[in-house]
């Protein structure tokens, strides 16, 4: 059963690490000029909400399995994640707005971030790794 | 500090200037090593014991005196201007002849049609060159170097024609008189004459290349100039203010007489010259390659030098006065500490200029134009840490498409640009030897290519640098075919038009459809033009005018859930060949809907049809609203809470409510659609919403609070005035426009309405010339080995005539690494404009109240700053550098200002309008909203006055914004850029009374006139053809309420009025108190 949890943990997380990883390709591109603002920011608002459940997932994986630890380690993340979308102003376009996205160093913040979840998830990633090897080798 | 400062700096400034003026290079050669020293030191010397040397005055105001009077012209072909300098150097001996013709060929041009004549000796003295001589042209002007090249000698004419773009010149041999004819066959090529009607006569354009490309507005800025002389003095004296209890006299008493007594104002202008000559000697050994002046060379040419510099570029435009101080003496001037709580009068009397940065004299003379192209700080950081400490936003404010009179037009295969990062070549450029070129913003080397080596101007090769792209900072290319992703687009126009019951009831629809019918044939176009129509309610109505139908066919579409185009050829017509019916078509609007009933407005269907009629072409929509969108997609509900009284935490709703607008204006930008929207209105439309439609689609926005055509006569002027100048005004159509800085500067964050694609690059469906930007940078590298950095805003757009043409605009800067320097550069208007635009972005993203607290904050903050950093000696008292000293009035006049204010109540909607004025408008206009102007009117005096066109303009004082200064036996006017007021006093003058507005007493003043009786007399005629001035000169037309205590726009003047304590909010001395507790707690 533990082994289970941080087997589905883990693929989710791999999902993540790749969806960060997404991101801060799409977000460079954009800086380089590969791609327009527009382009970029439908790209990258269509992942905004599958980012989101699978954090949570993650996050209430851990809470049902009783691992207060990572639990709380996801918990800022996932309500972040809901915080950030909850608070899109109604005549933005999303999270990621096209028209906003170069001003004020918006850019580099949604990159920065990008930057923070990958790393994250990648601590989470050998978190879980470990946890699971650990479970497994218990059971 | 003050008084002693300045009196030390006459005294001291003698040797100073005495040095310069006489030999100013050999002085300051000698320093030429040191480099930085002059410059800083400079600065700090100025400050301790300045230059001003009454001594050398008359000496120089013999010579330089008349320089600013005299017409430019004259000085222009007399004295060698500044191509002079170029060629000079190889061999200064030898050269002087050849020196002088360049000039005179270009002094031709100006005037195409009378350049024959001038041409012709010029010519002649150069074209000698060329025939006979296959020799001599080359040898003697350009380097030595050039001659090297293949057969120089038989070059010049007979090489010229390889390079494909100039082949109309064949044979140059035949030439002497015919140096008239290629430059203007150069230019004409691209059908000049139809082309650039509204820009300016083209040929002259190119002539004009050289030398007052800059300088387009002199006679709107000169208005300045008589009375420049004052204004140091006036500051001064005014002195003594009734507000301050302290002792006000104290240290301005001091400088006061002193100030007007022992300088001259002009004279010492001119004296200040040799510094900056100075200075820039010292930046100019930086400029390798073309720039370099021996000093030589200097010494004898220098006054020919300061001649030619005033009347050249922006000096013209400056106020004498002020050309020459800030030219040559910004530094004690600029820094000139001024208590402001002590000083009232710190209004200048005229125009407030943009300081001039303190740049070598001859790359100063071929710098952007100010009204172009601003930067809030004249002078650049060296770091960004310096740039912190300064706490002054760093930004540039632009107004690329502005309407020119003198624009240089180039045709050309091949677009000299960097090859790594693509900036176009331009003046600041060096040449690294004759046949390269070092970017003057990625620093690479370039080759130059042989066809640029030719210089179709004076038909001579080997001189890259005397092309017109390199001698002039703004400059039009007619693009070559690579610059098009398609073929150009025709001019398309369509009008949506709300038709509901709410829109008959206004009455627009009669003075849309009668403006566009007299206005028909000037909608800038060419035969390709296309036009249509598209009316709606709830349902949308298209009109189908295809040629040969008897009369417009109306389509209605109801089903506005899925807009579909009813008959998509034929809905958008040439305008050349249908024109009858589209005649018909507006002749009958009005009255088609006249007795509708319909109360429903669907604009957003009515949009999307609009978009998916534009999107295979691109082109201009109009929208025309003047309800609430209520059906439909895009529908929107009222969110303004009647009567609700702004508080500054409170005011919401300053965001869209959805983004379909957003979404629709992104489309519209993708397919190179703009829409401008007309809001016709007398309750609440959600305009943030509406807006975004025009504000990412590149658009303009109009707003009409409470329209109503015979309720409100004097806004159905407006309306129709605007119209006109919607109508018939330049556009171009796909444009976009890159906006490149030196490496290590970088910009983050836009203003304006456009859409940013990609870091740079700023996609506008249409530009039109009102429309301004502002942009914010911040410094990613030190700029420590450089000494000037350049901007470059690229306008790559359509013209109406379907010519694909690339507006170059190039702004050199110096870059310094003291604070007082800095400061010295500082723009306040600049950096008011720059900091309005910022503090919207802040009440949209966070809140009013934040925005209002940066705006204070940023006075607070950057006056703490100089105090601290620059102010050697502290002194009591709310301290500012002169250069600053209008920043806290101008930041009172913002959080006064319809867009922040939370006293009065101030409806939503006009508000938001307020906004988005202050992010689109160029800076004069906006500063006008912003600070307005007030005059006495009924005193007016020929004395000082200004001549335009053989009308005398008179020029009265600006006074300060305060009921103080109001006179119950006077008459004041206020020029509030979208509206003027004539107060008139109780017991005004009744000549005054009778001889302009033709009333017998104050009784019989009308409550609401709009505008002056033409009477016969002196007075009447003055005041006219100052209203008619002030209005001519802004795009927009304000319109005129005399108003008496009695009015009910009195109130509405009286908010105007920012110096003065209202409702809520502090009074100016007030303001004052508030801002130096802050700074000194």
């Known amino acids: 059963m533990e082994a289970a949890v941080f087997i589905l943990s883990l693929v989710d997380c791999c999902a993540l690490i790749f969806l960060s990883v997404y991101f801060i390709i799409t977000l460079s591109d954009l800086e380089c000029d590969y791609i327009n603002a527009r382009a970029c920011c439908s790209k990258l608002n269509k992942w905004v909400i599958p980012e989101m459940i699978g954090q949570a997932l993650a996050t209430v994986l851990m809470l049902v399995s009783m691992h207060w630890f990572v639990f709380l380690l996801n918990l800022p993340v996932a309500s972040w994640n809901v915080y950030r979308y909850v608070k899109v102003p109604l005549g933005n376009m999303g999270v990621y707005d096209p028209t906003e996205i170069h001003n004020r160093g918006q850019l580099k913040s949604h990159m920065k971030e990008a930057m923070i979840k990958l790393g994250f998830h990648l601590l989470c990633f050998f978190i879980y790794l470990y946890s699971m090897i650990l479970a497994l080798i218990n059971d | ?1081």
């Open chain 2, 1 to 1081: 500090m003050s008084g002693g400062g300045y009196a030390a700096q006459n005294g001291a400034g003698g040797s100073y200037t005495n040095g310069p003026s006489q030999n100013p290079v050999g002085v300051y050669s000698s320093n030429q090593g040191l480099m930085a020293p002059p410059l800083t030191g400079f600065m700090n010397s100025l400050t301790t014991k300045g230059p001003p040397p009454p001594g050398p005055n008359p000496y120089i105001t013999g010579r330089h005196q008349p320089s600013p009077v005299a017409p430019p012209p004259s000085s222009w072909s007399g004295v060698a201007p500044p191509p002079s300098s170029y060629s000079q150097h190889p061999q200064p001996g030898v050269t002087p002849p050849p020196v002088a013709p360049p000039p005179s060929s270009y002094s031709q041009h100006p005037q195409p049609g009378v350049m024959p004549p001038p041409v012709a000796p010029p010519p002649s003295s150069y074209s000698q060159h060329p025939q006979p001589g296959v020799t001599p042209p080359p040898v003697a002007p350009p380097p030595s170097s050039y001659s090297q090249h293949p057969q120089p000698g038989i070059m010049p004419p007979p090489v010229a024609p390889p390079p494909s773009s100039y082949s109309q010149h064949p044979q140059p041999g035949v030439t002497p008189p015919p140096v008239a004819p290629p430059p203007s066959s150069y230019s004409q090529h691209p059908q000049p004459g139809v082309m650039l009607p509204p820009v300016a006569p083209p040929p002259s354009s190119w002539s004009g290349v050289t030398q007052a490309p800059v300088a387009p507005p002199p006679s709107s800025w000169s208005g300045v100039t008589p009375t420049p002389v004052a204004p140091p003095p006036r500051s001064w004296s005014g002195v003594t203010s009734t507000p301050v209890a302290p002792p006000p006299v104290g240290n301005h008493t001091g400088p006061g007489p002193y100030s007007t007594g022992t300088r001259l104002p002009p004279v010492f202008q001119n004296t200040m010259q040799p510094p900056a000559a100075l200075q820039q000697a010292g930046l100019y050994q930086a400029q390798p390659g073309q720039m370099i002046r021996p000093p030589a060379y200097h010494s004898p040419s220098a006054p020919a030098l300061y001649t030619q510099v005033q009347p050249s570029g922006s000096a013209a435009q400056l106020s004498p006065s002020l050309a020459a101080m800030s030219l040559q003496s910004q530094t004690p001037e600029a820094l000139r500490v001024v208590n402001l709580l002590q000083e009232r009068n710190i209004l200048p009397s005229g125009a407030v200029t943009p300081p001039t940065p303190c740049l070598p004299q001859d790359l100063q003379k071929i710098n952007c134009c100010p009204e172009v192209f601003r930067c809030t700080l004249t002078s650049i950081p060296q770091t960004q840490a310096l740039l912190n400490k300064a706490k002054l936003p760093l930004g540039l404010l632009l107004h690329p498409f502005k309407d020119l009179s003198q624009l240089p037009v180039v045709t050309s295969s091949n677009i000299v640009r960097c090859r790594s990062c693509r900036t176009y070549i331009n003046p600041f450029v060096t040449f690294v030897d004759a046949r390269r070129w070092k970017c003057n913003l990625c620093h690479r080397v370039n080759d130059v290519p042989e066809e640029f080596m030719y210089n179709p101007v004076s038909r001579s090769y080997g001189a890259p640098h005397k092309r017109p792209e390199v001698q002039n900072a703004t400059i039009e290319f007619i693009a070559p075919s690579e610059y098009m992703l398609r073929p150009p687009q025709p001019a398309v126009y369509l009008f949506v038009l709300d038709v509901s019951h709410n829109a008959v009831e206004t009455g627009y629809l009669d003075v849309v459809c009668q403006s566009l019918l007299e206005n028909l044939d000037s909608l800038p176009g060419d035969s390709r033009t296309k036009i249509g129509f598209i009316t709606f309610d709830s349902t949308i109505h298209f009109y189908n005018l295809q040629e040969g139908l008897s009369q417009p066919q109306m389509l209605i579409v109801s089903d506005i859930d899925d807009v579909f185009l009813p008959s998509p050829d034929s809905l958008l017509v040439n305008l050349s060949e249908c024109k009858e019916l589209v005649q018909d078509l507006l002749t009958g609007l009005p009255q088609m809907f006249s007795s509708t009933m319909e109360t429903q407005s669907g604009l957003g269907p009515a949009l999307q049809a609009g978009f998916k009629l534009l999107s295979p072409t691109g082109g201009r929509i109009s929208v025309f609203q003047t309800q609430l969108p209520t059906v439909g997609i895009g529908a929107l509900k009222p969110r303004e809470e009647p009567g609700q009284k702004a508080h500054a935490k409170e005011v919401q709703h300053l965001n869209p409510a959805t983004d379909f607008y957003k979404k629709l204006a992104l489309d519209c930008s993708g397919h190179h659609v703009a829409v401008d929207l007309f809001l016709l209105s007398a309750q609440y439309c959600d305009l943030s919403s509406l807006g975004c439609i025009s504000r990412y689609s590149a658009g303009s926005v109009y707003y009409y609070p409470s329209y109503h055509r015979q309720r409100s006569p004097a806004q159905t002027e407006r309306f129709q005035r605007d119209l006109k100048r919607y109508l018939t005004r330049k556009i171009g159509f796909e444009a976009v426009m890159r906006i490149r800085c030196t490496k290590g500067l970088s910009i983050h964050t836009f203003h304006g309405n456009f859409f940013v694609r990609s870091t740079d690059l700023l996609s506008l469906a249409n530009v039109n010339p009102d429309a301004g930007f502002a942009v914010q940078m911040s410094i990613e590298e030190n700029l420590l080995d450089l000494q000037a950095v350049s901007f470059q805003a690229a306008l790559l757009y359509t013209s109406s005539k379907g010519e694909r043409r690339i507006r170059v605009h190039t702004l050199c800067l110096p870059v310094v690494n003291s604070l007082s320097d800095i400061f010295a550069g500082a723009d306040v208007q600049a950096i008011t404009a720059l900091l309005a635009s910022m503090a919207v972005d802040r009440s949209v993203t966070a809140s009013l109240g934040d925005a209002r607290d940066a705006l204070i904050n940023a006075a607070i903050d950057s006056l703490s700053s100089y105090r601290s950093s620059v102010l050697s000696v502290q002194q009591p008292g709310l301290l500012a550098p002169a250069c600053l000293r209008l920043l806290p009035l101008y930041i009172l006049a913002l959080l006064k200002h319809r867009a922040f204010r939370t006293s009065a109540s101030t409806r939503l909607d006009e508000r938001v309008f307020s906004m988005f004025q202050l992010k689109s408008q160029p800076l004069p206009f906006l500063m006008l909203t912003v600070h307005p102007g007030l005059y006495r009117a009924d005193d007016l005096s020929d004395e000082g006055a200004l001549n335009v066109s053989e009308r005398t303009i008179p020029q009265p004082r600006a006074l300060q914004l305060s009921v103080e200064k109001l006179s119950r036996d006077a008459a004041f006017l206020m020029d509030c850029g979208t509206v003027l007021y004539l107060w008139i006093g109780r017991n005004c003058n009744p000549v005054f009374l009778t001889q302009v507005l033709g009333v017998e007493s104050y009784a019989a003043v009308p409550l609401n006139m709009d505008q002056l009786p033409e009477l016969d007399t002196a007075e009447s005629s003055r005041i006219r053809a100052l209203i008619d001035w002030l209005r001519e000169r802004r795009p927009f037309h304000p319109v005129l309420h005399v108003i008496r205590d009695e009015s009910p726009l009195k109130a509405e003047f009286l908010q105007y009025l920012i110096e003065d304590l209202s409702e809520s909010a502090l009074s100016y001395y007030e303001f004052l108190l508030h801002l130096q507790q802050q700074i000194c707690k």
